[in-house]
């Protein structure tokens, strides 16, 4: 069973940055997309951000410019380099993966608060 781990979050102001870290206790190149998630109190799991095997990327309208998603198989690793935050960054994120055979697996989620 696959174990998807994220670390990296916290609180931080308005204009700081911060890198979220998702590892992988298998192997990552069997994952044909990784993303990120996120939710905030009250509403619904959005993407974040997407990144497929060959390296394509996707973003929400809302962190273009500022998020940065990639991903380290060698290191069993994704990440999120989040510049520019802002209080309507705040949610928990999570780490989504689709395997090549259909499996969807989801970590446990780091908290990220920003003060404005």
């Known amino acids: 069973q696959v174990q998807l781990v994220e670390s990296g979050g916290g609180l931080v102001q308005a204009g700081e940055s911060l890198r979220l870290s998702c590892e992988a206790s298998?192997?990552?190149?069997?994952?044909?997309?990784m993303g990120w998630y996120r939710q905030a109190p009250g509403k619904p799991r959005d993407m974040v951000a997407t990144?497929?095997?060959?390296?394509?990327?996707n973003y929400a309208d809302s962190v273009k410019g500022r998020f940065a998603i990639s991903r380290d198989n060698a290191k069993n690793t994704m990440y999120l380099q989040m510049n520019s935050l802002k209080p309507e960054d705040t949610g928990l994120y999570y780490c989504?993966?689709?395997?090549?055979?259909?499996?969807?697996?989801w970590g446990q989620g780091t908290q990220v608060t920003v003060s404005s």
């Open positions: 989504n993966a689709l395997s090549i055979f259909g499996q969807q697996f």
């Open positions: 298998g192997n990552i190149g069997l994952f044909k997309t």
């Open positions: 990144i497929i095997t060959r390296g394509r990327e």
